[in-house]
């Protein structure tokens, strides 16, 4: 009887244990995708870019920001392993090595 008790009660709290574990694990979550905030930085940019060079020019200070923003824009995507379509956005005067 008293191996019995004994038994049964390291069954219980191992079970306990368990659930306890469990219950206060946190979940494994997948990583965010940042692709559509790429996105939408690098078409605000282009269309920023195309504004001002409208305005004022291609060879404009206002169009060489506009660029370098959109420079840090594309670092921002690289540092969030975020890719864009690069026939789009790295080519004519939105591209400035």
Not at 86 to 94: K, L
């Amino acid at each position: 009887m008293k191996i019995t008790k004994i038994l049964s009660r390291v069954i219980l709290t191992t079970a306990l244990a368990g659930g306890m574990f469990f219950a206060a694990s946190a979940p494994v979550s997948a990583a965010p995708n940042y692709g559509n905030s790429c996105h939408q930085r690098l078409e605000n940019d282009k269309a920023r870019i195309d504004h001002d060079s409208a305005r004022h020019g291609n060879d404009s200070s206002q169009v060489r920001h506009d660029v370098d923003r959109m420079n840090s824009d594309r670092q921002w995507c690289k540092d969030h392993h975020s890719d864009w379509d690069h026939s789009r956005f790295d080519v004519g005067i939105y591209f400035r090595p």
